[in-house]
């Protein structure tokens, strides 16, 4: 028997997304307007559309029973959040003429709401002002998560805020901060805000512009790795950037529960957080091998420099930012392999960070030695921990299962590129980029290349697995289960 889900719900929430989602296109326009772009009327129009849309759906949607709402609709909320900003959002792009296809349209503007960074474009100073900032804009959403600006403010629209929290952040748990759900979101996205603004004084301090620092601090704070040149963040030659940008890429990679907690006066959960030590000793551990390969190599002239390079490329890796101040392709095989491991961690849970998460690698790692521990002692009681709790078993299972789905996408997804022509190479860096949203590949898709010359099937395909990657992979296969329709 088939049980009905609360469509009236789905509908009237995703109208509330795109309402919210029409204010950041505005901010837009006004700059377009006020530098005289020709992207100033697509994007007034493409406002007007996506303002259309929203009220159309939240209208047909308010006799909702939100309390008639579960797990089911959260879930389908969230993927057609995704999909259908991505496609609204393209709206800009394409009208203005400066991406000639729905595809790559779609492509650039998924690439940003997952805030992946793989780009399309082989000149994106040709974009003009406004544009500009629409990609940051996408990202910077998309790092905290549209859904949870839209549970901050559900209280002007009404409904219910749970199952939408609890299928767009599954690595926050929000149990920790006591208050409603709706308050969560809000200091969430408080700390989101404060980190923003203070990167973009930093910025701005240094050698950009007021323009080029309010793109970078949205577009970094959200490990998304959109710039506004083509060299990105070498553009500059400034040490002082780099350093800030690494820095804010790695605290980019933190919980934002943790930095919550730490900004509120109890930075000890931020020292003695289990999860943040491992994350910072392993990428501690990859920029000094990374340094000794650059210096043995010869591949820079001095300390310093060998530091610099390699720490940033590193946390820009790790923590799917994306960013690069080098082609890290010349480094050869022996990098990639480091890049490919820390593209598929990732950062920590409840980060703006894609990846597997630290999280669950520490998990993986912690039952691995209790399995190899009960060869010896197969009566011993080994339960896994976490920040001195026991961590259930069920969890476990399931941290096993998503690795399990996790890595079984990645060849899968080489296969389908494979099959449509792409280099072998081309096609493991970009099924681990995509799915760890990290945005630069291997090869023809590395930091010096770009996503333009792939055929079109591979981009519908990369950004379906964006869209997994972001979501956690659950959240979007799930919905696609006929059981997910069945009682």
Known sequence: MLNILNIRFVVKMLGA???????????????AFAYGGDDAWPLLASSGILFGTGLLFYLSGMKANEYAAGRREGMLIVTLTWALLSLLGMLPFYLSGYIATVTDAY???????????ASILTDVEALPEGLLLWRSLLQWQGGIGVVVFTVALLPIFGGGASQMFDAETPGITHERFRPRV???????????????????????????????ALNHALTTVSTGGYSTKNASIAYWDSSYTEYVVMLFMFVGSVSMALLYFCFNGNPKKLFHDEELR??????????????????????????????????????????????????????????WLIALTIMFVGGCAGSTSGGLKMGRFVILSKNLSNVLLKQTHPNAVLPVRMNGHVVSSEAVHRILAFAFIY???????????????????ESVGAAVSAISNIGPALGELGPAGNYAAIPDLSKWVLSFMMMVGRLEIFTVLTILLPGFWKQ
């Open 407 to 425: 890595i079984a996408l990645i060849p899968a997804t080489c296969l389908i590129l494979m099959l449509d022509g792409i280099g072998f190479e």
């Open 278 to 335: 491992w994350f910072f000793f392993i990428t501690l551990f990859v920029i000094a091998i990374t340094m000794a390969w650059l210096l043995w190599g010869g591949f820079v002239g001095g300390v310093e420099q060998a530091f610099r390079t390699a720490a940033f490329q590193v946390v820009s890796l790790i923590s799917s930012c994306g960013f690069g101040t080098v082609d890290y392709i010349p480094w050869g095989p022996f990098f």
């Open 107 to 117: 492509f650039e503007t998924m690439s940003g709401f997952t805030t992946t960074g």
């Open 182 to 212: 709706t308050q969560v979101a809000k200091r969430l996205w408080g700390v989101y805000l404060f980190l923003t603004l203070v990167l973009f004084g930093l910025l701005w301090a240094g050698p950009m512009d007021v323009f080029d």
């Open 17 to 31: 997304m795109f309402l919210l989602e029409t204010f950041f296109m505005l901010i837009a326009a006004a700059v």
